[in-house]
């Protein structure tokens, strides 16, 4: 088996890319099973990090840093409409 890993930046405000941070960074580090992600904040972007031992933890931890950040923009746009 080999493994997997990918870099994915985000570029947004400021406040919004400390937002995705701070949910993410409770799990940040750890090393599960299979599977783990480093965070690193810039002024302009957040690097995440990810590390796999195989595809379906790959896709297991790549989900769940998408679902985290789909709830902190779906709260993000419901606050900007109030």
């Known amino acids: 088996m080999g493994d997997f890993s990918a870099e994915?930046?985000?570029?947004e405000k400021k406040e919004v890319l400390q937002a995705y941070h701070d949910a993410?960074?409770?799990?940040a580090g750890e090393q599960m099973a299979r599977a783990s992600?480093?965070?690193?904040?810039?002024?302009?972007?957040?690097?995440?990090?990810i590390t796999a031992?195989?595809?379906t933890a790959f896709r297991a931890i790549t989900n769940t840093?998408?679902?985290?950040m789909a709830v902190v923009e779906s709260s993000i746009k419901t606050a900007q409409k109030t």
Request: charged share 30%.
């Open 37 to 49: 992600y480093k965070l690193d904040l810039q002024k302009d972007k957040l690097v995440i990090t």
């Open 53 to 55: 031992t195989d595809a």
């Open 24 to 27: 993410l960074e409770p799990e």
């Open 65 to 68: 840093i998408v679902g985290l």
């Open 8 to 11: 994915l930046i985000v570029k």
